[in-house]
């Protein structure tokens, strides 16, 4: 009898070894299918946070996937404040609900061993938030939202804590487990990863705007250099061109010519083209709307500094100059137009009497 007792025994014994095993295997594949699929999801979101520089638009996608992943209720990304320490909610999603929240602060002076746990432990995974003395300050904030555990991973840049990972678990407690804690400390990582992105990109974004601020500025710039209108006396203007003249310059000669008659209330305009080697159809065209423009205003454009080449080519094109009072040069228009006023001048006065 001894001996069937001892067989018996032994094959219990050796039965259950073999179901404790079996049971060890099934939580060994769990853990690993498990393990697989947090990698998995991790990996999405480095490729996520690779293609986005918004961080505003990464922390929402950020949020509710690790509430998905790891089943929690309440996932939030905190970001400390200045001047007053503290920390304010960038982006809380709630799953049982799907809205996003934000603005919410908490401030150091309130909850000392929260902040202080965040400044010196990698990981406060506080099982039962009401009993852990990190989390046991918020008492009144776990009532209210129903909070039985909590798990709080710092971020960290250049040395220094500059926000938390706030994962918050309805209900009564719950132990976090080490793979949950590598994994939020790897979220925590890529939330880093995703700040330094958003600062380099919201840097260049600054520098390309002042960039293009400066390419503006010295566009202005060459515009006036390249069309100056210099007042010679009351009702006396003069423009000197040199080089090139395209489309883009021609209407910025109109526009100039326009705006300095209306504010001089100039009678006329010296156009001086010694400095323009080449004169074909564009820059004829812009010539005769110049003076056609200038003359709607009640002006009247004197056309100086033609060299013989250029009038042979005007010539050539067969360019109608009729409307437009041409002198060889800058000194003869100025003379024509002391005249011209003087002789205006005169008019108006024996008019009036």
Known sequence: MTSIDELRAENKWLRDRVEALEALHALSVQREEQSWYHH???VSLVKQQQQTSNLET????????????LDVDR?????YTEPTPGIRCSNLYERLTSTYTQGMEVYAADYPAYFHALETDQVIAAHDAFSDPATQEFAEYLHEYNIGAMLNVP?????????????????GERYWTLDEQAVARLLADILTLAMETGDRHRMEAERLAFQQQVIEAQQAILRELSTPLIPFSDHILIMPLIGTIDSGRAQQVIETLLEGVATHHATHVILDITGVRVVDTQVAGALISAAQSVRLLGAHIILTGIAPMIAQTLVHLGVDLSSITTLGSLSNGINYAIRAQKHQSTYVRKFQL
């Open 75 to 79: 996932v939030g990304v905190w970001v």
């Open 58 to 69: 990464f922390l929402p996608v950020l949020t509710k996937t690790t509430s998905e992943m």
């Open 155 to 171: 971020i960290w840049r250049n040395g220094r804590t500059v926000g938390v990972l706030c994962l918050e678990n309805s209900g």
């Open 40 to 42: 998995s999801v991790v």
